[in-house]
């Protein structure tokens, strides 16, 4: 059994920074995690890369020789369907590198941020099903820049985002707020993490004219019945804050249930 999180988020929430702070919190400790980047569109990583998507296809080439915008361009790269015309396909090129990684293996998929690709467009779906297949317990990690909440407008559009993930993804599900360390008003952000139903709606009703209040109010239910749409607030100045995330994490993967967490071998020799 190996264990998976899938990194996802709007463009800019912060995903390759966690996945960097995460590698560096799992070097202190001792814990061996291997960062995948599935972003054709990333050009430099502040972690150890273990398995890189653009050595399969990079969006540059993709634009160029397509005529595509960065967007669409990106899209284009993660569809499988269009690979026909590679000799390999991202199918191909996940089995063999997956067969690098044992059991007990902990890997952390560094997504790009196109939303389209967890709200409609079937890629990541179809990446989860290749996984499960490899015999991987996979969740997705939902990062929400913390600037999203400071309006209950953009804070039900990022719910309604992460909603999208977890329909169309059926996975364990940990949605996290980011960048804590803008936060100015802590008052204010803490009645985002856990909302209450009322509170919400009233501050919606608020912000939008009268005609909103029967929208306003089935969303704010549809939100109240996914009880998970309650965010987690990452600090990645606080090693604390990150030690929290990883273990409702790995809660949610139950990893480290019956198997001992894995160790790095820093010294092989020494054992007896
Ligand atoms: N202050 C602060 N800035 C952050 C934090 N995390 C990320 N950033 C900044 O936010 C910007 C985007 O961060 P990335 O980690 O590249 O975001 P991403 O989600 O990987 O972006 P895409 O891959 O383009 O979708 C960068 O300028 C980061 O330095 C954080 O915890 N605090
Ligand atoms: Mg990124």
Redesign the pocket.
């Given at each position: 059994m190996g264990y998976a999180q899938l990194v996802i988020?709007p463009?800019?929430?912060?995903?390759?920074?966690y996945c960097s702070s995460l590698s560096q919190h799992c070097e202190t400790i001792g814990r061996s995690i291997n960062i995948v980047n599935l972003?054709p569109a990333a050009e430099n990583f502040n972690y150890p890369v273990a398995m890189d998507i653009r050595e399969l296809i990079s969006l540059e080439d993709v634009m160029e020789e397509l005529g595509l915008g960065p967007n669409g361009g990106l899209i284009y790269c993660m569809d499988l369907k269009y690979h026909r015309h590679l000799e390999e396909n991202l199918d191909e090129w996940l089995t063999e590198e997956l067969d690098n990684y044992l059991d007990d293996d902990y890997l952390v998929f560094d997504c790009?941020?196109q939303i389209e690709l967890f709200s409609h467009v079937p890629v990541l779906k179809n990446f989860v099903e290749h996984l499960k297949r490899k015999n991987f317990n996979v969740c997705v990690v939902y990062?929400l820049d913390s600037q999203f909440i400071t309006d209950v407008t953009k804070f039900i559009s990022g719910c309604m985002a992460s909603l999208s993930a977890m329909v169309q993804l059926e996975l364990p599900h940990v949605n996290i707020l980011?960048?804590m360390?803008?936060v100015r008003n802590k008052r204010d952000i803490e009645n985002y993490l856990n909302p209450e139903p009322q509170t919400l709606l009233a501050e919606l009703n608020q912000r939008m004219a009268p005609q909103f209040g029967k929208l306003n109010k089935s969303l704010i239910e549809l939100v109240d019945q996914y009880s998970m749409v309650s965010f987690s607030p990452l600090d990645?100045r606080k090693e604390s804050s990150i030690q929290y995330i990883l273990s409702q994490i790995d809660m949610s993967i139950q990893f480290g249930e019956d198997a001992d967490v894995k160790v790095k071998d820093f010294d092989a020799e020494d054992d007896d």
């Amino acid at each position: 059994m190996g264990y998976a999180q899938l990194v996802i988020g709007p463009a800019g929430s912060g995903k390759s920074t966690y996945c960097s702070s995460l590698s560096q919190h799992c070097e202190t400790i001792g814990r061996s995690i291997n960062i995948v980047n599935l972003d054709p569109a990333a050009e430099n990583f502040n972690y150890p890369v273990a398995m890189d998507i653009r050595e399969l296809i990079s969006l540059e080439d993709v634009m160029e020789e397509l005529g595509l915008g960065p967007n669409g361009g990106l899209i284009y790269c993660m569809d499988l369907k269009y690979h026909r015309h590679l000799e390999e396909n991202l199918d191909e090129w996940l089995t063999e590198e997956l067969d690098n990684y044992l059991d007990d293996d902990y890997l952390v998929f560094d997504c790009p941020g196109q939303i389209e690709l967890f709200s409609h467009v079937p890629v990541l779906k179809n990446f989860v099903e290749h996984l499960k297949r490899k015999n991987f317990n996979v969740c997705v990690v939902y990062l929400l820049d913390s600037q999203f909440i400071t309006d209950v407008t953009k804070f039900i559009s990022g719910c309604m985002a992460s909603l999208s993930a977890m329909v169309q993804l059926e996975l364990p599900h940990v949605n996290i707020l980011s960048k804590m360390d803008l936060v100015r008003n802590k008052r204010d952000i803490e009645n985002y993490l856990n909302p209450e139903p009322q509170t919400l709606l009233a501050e919606l009703n608020q912000r939008m004219a009268p005609q909103f209040g029967k929208l306003n109010k089935s969303l704010i239910e549809l939100v109240d019945q996914y009880s998970m749409v309650s965010f987690s607030p990452l600090d990645l100045r606080k090693e604390s804050s990150i030690q929290y995330i990883l273990s409702q994490i790995d809660m949610s993967i139950q990893f480290g249930e019956d198997a001992d967490v894995k160790v790095k071998d820093f010294d092989a020799e020494d054992d007896d």
